[in-house]
């Protein structure tokens, strides 16, 4: 059971678009949401997190639209670089005790950002 | 602060060995969580370790088992290990709901 479901698994965006990415889950326990990047060779990194009680986050070029009563959360990428070319991956996990501890994966999006 | 620290960054093991993992987590974070990362299952939760003690258990067979010592550090070990078992293994520590993820262990079994 695939418990956050992304999509899509590729993107190709010229340098200055814009990278829509989604994510829907299913468990309502879940919590906190948060974004993460990859590039190869490397572990992921914390992009940007959100928690339900807003639905919108926004830290530079990045953004969190988060939609409670969809199930549903994107990652937009404003004015897209080349350097932001890598994997993505979406996550959730549950807030309660211990919980906050153990993501979720979606099976991420490989973004290429063309000059 | 340095980051997540992984040891080996590479290795190389028969069907049949087992393995020892080692992570070292950001100085002051307690919790320290092991992913699977492979291409066709993504990154799947291993375990997640506390104060020495596992708190969480992802769907991994009883050959995956780890520990945590009094400093924090962890290690993860694979027994009778599965070409399956290929995969880089990602170590993170959290300070709250945020994880910090180390650069992985490339593993390969041949």
């Known amino acids: 059971q695939q418990q956050v479901k992304q999509s899509p698994q590729s993107l190709i965006v010229q340098k200055g678009g814009i990278s829509i990415i989604n994510c829907a889950y299913e468990n309502t326990a879940f919590d906190y949401f948060p974004w993460y990047q990859q590039f190869p060779g490397k572990g992921p990194a914390l992009l940007i997190a959100?928690?339900?009680?807003?639905s919108e986050k926004k830290e530079g070029r990045f953004t969190i639209s988060f939609n409670k009563s969809a199930k549903q959360f994107s990652l937009h990428i404003m004015d897209s670089q080349p350097g932001d070319s890598a994997t993505y991956f979406c996550?959730?996990?549950?807030?309660?005790?211990?919980?906050?501890?153990?993501?979720?994966f979606g099976k991420g999006t490989l973004l290429t950002v063309n000059p | 602060k340095a980051g997540v620290t992984q040891t080996p960054r590479y290795l190389i093991k028969t069907r049949g060995q087992q393995v020892t993992l080692s992570c070292s987590p950001i100085?002051?974070?307690?919790?320290v969580s092991w992913y699977q990362q492979t291409p066709g299952q993504g990154l799947q939760f291993l375990f997640e370790y506390f104060s020495e003690t596992q708190r969480n258990k992802g769907n991994f067979p009883g050959r995956f088992s780890g520990r945590q010592f009094s400093n924090s550090r962890s290690e993860m070990n694979v027994s009778t290990l599965e070409l399956g078992d290929s995969a880089l293994y990602l170590c993170a520590s959290s300070f709250g709901a945020t994880q910090y993820f180390g650069p992985g262990t490339r593993l390969l079994v041949l």
């Open positions: 959100i928690r339900p009680d807003v």
């Open positions: 996550a959730a996990s549950k807030g309660s005790g211990g919980s906050n501890y153990k993501l979720t």
């Open positions: 100085s002051g974070h307690r919790s």
